[in-house]
């Protein structure tokens, strides 16, 4: 049998070869490039609006605080006798945590019954008594230091390296005690930052500009990436709330859950994200309200009017960012940038501020740190080590960009974050952080750095 082909089939057979080489050598980017042409001829696809039945946190009803207790007693100090010794010890920031006392959960030195009750040990530990009730109390109770034996200084200095970047390997090598030690201190310390944002962020923060965004990192009990959800501030860098999980809808839900419990309310701010649309079921999801049309037979879910918020995209040739553009999802271009520039912001959307806040954050905690060996066990720890950083954060690091201008000797005044958004006055060491008491279950009146912040 002879196989004589046609001029027409060898050409056949040729652009088929060609086409296969071209497709094995360049079939993704060729695949990229169809994908970035037809979606610049459909232009941005419409989204639609997400209820708070779409949020697996709003949908269990689930509030991580108790209300914030009222107390309207008569201060201890007008209902003792003006006989004995005056009062010499500080007492602000403790309080009784007896249920049966009149002064449960009262911060304020002016109105609780707390004194000294002595120092013990060999680290010479305040205890406190309430007159009121006769309960007696270490000053510990509450914070990371209770029950442990390491002299304050030692944890402050150990804990301080930590949340500058210092891995756990590195820090046993360092400072010499065991790796498990520094673990434990970790989850203490993490456990007390989180119930601190808790109590101070919620509904305390009205925010003018808000920015979103996530960075991927891995931990060693689970294969495959994942993200931390990440909440910026821009005028006053504030990271007021991260998630840890995928990429998900319902991830997006649960980081924006966070956002409308810690800002004041009938407070929306103006957002600005990447190109995720899972910013946009989120941001519906939680800022808006129900209403009943006419002739409707139940009531619908409408987002607020006020919402303004924009996307920006990036296109990209292979690793490069070649192209930027913004989409306007909520609100109009003009109000956006009126807003922005009402800041003193430059008007541009743009994610700038937490692009920088995430690369912090990468340089403050050793497992969010690219190509290391220090990653997290599990999220869980992660979460914790996260806690920590953003408490060193917020209050003792100094923010270079929140500088100001003063009259002094000293010309200049360092800011933190937390100073910044005007929750406290000054700012705090690690020892003041750590000796803070914020215990669980209990949530005290006040703070003592946070009563008369202008």
């Not at 605080?65 to 403790?94: A, C, N, Q």
């Not at 090598?173 to 101070?200: A, D, M, N, P, Y």
């Not at 860098?237 to 409308?260: C, E, G, P, T």
């Not at 954060?393 to 933190?416: A, E, M, N, W």
Request: charged share 25%.
């Amino acid at each position: 049998m002879k196989f004589n082909p046609t001029f027409l089939e060898i050409l056949v057979f040729l652009v088929v070869c060609l086409f296969i080489y071209i497709w094995t050598k360049h079939g993704r980017r060729i695949r990229r490039w169809l994908q970035d042409y037809f979606r610049r001829r459909r232009g941005p696809r419409s989204l639609k609006p997400k209820s708070p039945e779409d949020c697996p946190l709003c949908t269990r009803d689930i509030c991580f605080l108790s209300h914030r207790p009222k107390p309207e007693v008569v201060p201890w100090s007008e209902r003792k006798s003006p006989r004995g010794r005056p009062k010499t010890i500080d007492t602000s920031g403790h309080a009784c945590l007896n249920p049966l006392c009149d002064y449960f959960a009262i911060a304020d030195p002016a109105i609780h019954a707390l004194v000294s009750n002595g120092r013990r040990g060999k680290q010479r530990i305040l205890y406190l008594k309430c007159q009121s009730c006769g309960g007696c109390r270490t000053s510990r109770y509450g914070t990371p230091l209770y029950w442990l034996k390491t002299p304050l200084a030692r944890i402050a200095m150990v804990m301080t390296a930590i949340s500058e970047g210092v891995d756990i390997s590195a820090a046993r090598r360092i400072f010499g005690h065991h790796h498990t030690t520094f673990t434990r201190w970790v989850e203490r310390c993490g456990r007390h930052s989180e119930r601190l944002h808790e109590r101070l962020f919620h509904r305390a923060l009205t925010i003018g500009h808000l920015q979103l965004d996530e960075l991927v990192t891995k931990v060693k009990q689970d294969a495959e990436r994942i993200w931390v959800w990440t909440a910026v501030a821009a005028r006053s860098k504030l990271i007021m709330a991260f998630h840890i999980a995928r990429r998900s809808s319902a991830d997006a839900h649960q980081l924006l859950h966070q956002v409308w419990q810690r800002l004041v309310p009938d407070s929306l701010p103006i957002f600005t994200s990447d190109g995720l649309n899972q910013y946009f079921y989120g941001i519906t999801a939680h800022f808006g309200f129900w209403d009943k049309p006419k002739r409707a037979r139940k009531f619908h879910w409408f987002p607020d009017v006020r919402l303004q918020y924009a996307q920006l995209r990036k296109r990209r040739q292979g690793w490069r960012v070649s192209f930027l553009y913004s989409i306007v999802r909520l609100g109009s271009r003009q109000l956006i940038r009126a807003g922005l520039k009402a800041l003193s912001l430059s008007g541009i959307v743009q994610t700038a501020f937490v692009e920088r806040a995430n690369l912090t954050l990468r340089e403050l905690i050793a497992p969010l740190s690219r190509r290391t060996w220090s990653i997290a066990y599990d999220k869980h720890h992660l979460n914790l080590h996260i806690h920590w950083g953003l408490a060193y954060y917020h209050f003792c690091r100094p923010h270079q960009s929140l500088t100001v201008d003063i009259r002094g000797p000293s010309k200049r005044r360092y800011r933190t974050p937390v100073m910044a958004a005007k929750l406290v006055r000054h700012r705090w060491s690690v020892q003041d952080l750590l000796q803070l008491p914020v215990p669980e279950g209990v949530w005290l009146d006040a703070f003592p750095a946070t009563k008369g912040c202008q």
